[in-house]
Each structure stands twice: as structure tokens, then as C-alpha cells.
């Protein structure tokens, strides 16, 4: 599974929207929507952003399950 699609499997098993995660992060609505999508890739740094922003470890968005 792909970063964004992980991305979006921890948002909406929160029960955020995109809105809610850009917000928490710190990020635009249309860069989570991007990553969700594929169209770009998240830098580690963003990464992080949004880790810390779903409350989980940066490594569950890498892992490969």
C-alpha cells in the first residue's frame, strides 16, 4: 500500500476529514488531497506532520502490511 492510501486509511479510521487533518498538521486541505491521490509525494518532513497530527508513529505510514 501506498503512502497516500495509508494516509487516508488512518484519517478516515479517525473520522477526519481532509480539512481536519491539513488544519491539525498545519498543512493545506489540497496537499493531503494530493498525497491521498498519488499526485505528489510527501517529504519526511510532512510526514511527520502528519503523523504527529493522526497520533500515531511516523513508521506506520512506511510500513509494508
Same mark, same amino acid.
Given at each position: 500500500?501506498?503512502?497516500?492510501?495509508?494516509?487516508?486509511?488512518?484519517r %478516515?479510521?479517525?473520522?477526519?476529514?481532509? *480539512?481536519?487533518? &491539513?488544519?491539525?498538521? #498545519?498543512?493545506?486541505?489540497?496537499?493531503?488531497?494530493?498525497?491521498?491521490?498519488?499526485?505528489? %509525494?510527501?517529504?519526511?518532513?510532512?510526514? *511527520?506532520?502528519? &503523523?504527529d497530527?493522526? #497520533?500515531?508513529?511516523?513508521?506506520?505510514?512506511?510500513?509494508?502490511r
Amino acid at each position: 500500500m501506498d503512502v497516500g492510501k495509508k494516509i487516508k486509511r488512518f484519517r %478516515t479510521a479517525f473520522g477526519l476529514s481532509q *480539512k481536519e487533518l &491539513a488544519q491539525r498538521a #498545519g498543512m493545506s486541505e489540497p496537499a493531503i488531497r494530493n498525497y491521498e491521490l498519488g499526485n505528489r %509525494t510527501p517529504s519526511e518532513k510532512q510526514l *511527520k506532520k502528519i &503523523a504527529d497530527a493522526l #497520533g500515531i508513529p511516523p513508521a506506520k505510514l512506511f510500513e509494508t502490511r
